[in-house]
């Protein structure tokens, strides 16, 4: 099956700075990547996506780029709020199925 | 639009008992649905698939008998937790998928075995 991993597991950066979160997966086959974020006590938020066919997406603050041949995908928050600080959990879909990253707790220091 | 709806949200029980969590899909029709589990600081495990009509699809490691899943109409999942112990103590998070390749997820139901 598929294996998704993801770095770094904690990561703080002062308000302002960049974040970025880095995962590998190892089934060819996926073909959608999402992340996620996920406040203490609630469900995982989408916060912005990439198929297999983009290499690279961007929404404001927040930009995802996708390298297939490597099998890596990577998120890049700029202009960090402390309103960012949460947990962010990348993923691999193949046909539906999610396989989650091991999460990234990101603190946003003001 | 696109919204999961997920009951309980939280729950405590005793050790023995079963526990029934729904997930509801409020403004579309959701032909499958996943079940996930969550430890603390632990990433999401994709537990099961769930089918409309027809049965559960398991991962490797995941009783069915104590994991019973339930896809009875198109807008209604349940996972029922059968004879539960402290051990499965745990966050469960339902997702369906609701076009192309667009999920949403419940917001989570955290279930505590005393």
């Known amino acids: 099956g598929e294996n998704v991993e993801q770095h770094p597991s904690t990561l703080s950066v002062q308000e302002g700075d960049s974040a970025v979160i880095k995962c590998t997966y190892s089934d060819s086959a996926s073909n959608y990547f999402p992340w996620y974020k996920q406040e203490l006590g609630k469900g995982p938020q989408l916060i912005i996506d990439?198929?297999?066919?983009?290499g690279e997406k961007k929404d404001q603050r927040i930009a995802v780029t996708l390298n297939k041949t490597a099998k890596h995908f990577s998120l890049h928050i700029t202009e960090t709020q402390p309103e960012d600080s949460a947990v962010y959990f990348c993923?691999?879909?193949?046909?539906?199925?999610?396989?989650f990253g091991t999460g990234t707790s990101l603190t946003v220091i003001p | 639009g696109a919204v999961v709806s997920q009951h309980p949200s939280r729950v405590i029980c005793k050790s023995g008992t079963s526990v029934k969590i729904e997930c509801r899909s409020l403004?579309?029709?959701?032909?499958?649905m996943f079940w996930y589990r969550q430890f603390p600081k632990q990433s999401l495990m994709l537990m099961a698939t769930?089918?409309?009509?027809?049965?559960?699809?398991?991962e490797q490691g995941v009783e069915k008998d104590k994991f019973l899943i339930n896809h009875a109409s198109l807008t209604l999942s349940t996972l029922t937790v059968t004879s539960a112990h402290p051990e499965d103590s745990s966050f469960y998070i339902c997702?369906?998928?609701?076009?192309?390749?667009?999920?949403?997820f419940g917001s989570g139901t955290r279930l505590t075995v005393v």
């Open positions: 403004d579309f029709q959701a032909t499958t």
């Open positions: 769930s089918n409309e009509g027809s049965k559960a699809t398991y």
């Open positions: 990439i198929r297999s066919n983009v």
């Open positions: 993923a691999a879909s193949i046909n539906g199925q999610f396989y």
């Open positions: 997702s369906a998928r609701f076009t192309g390749e667009g999920y949403t």
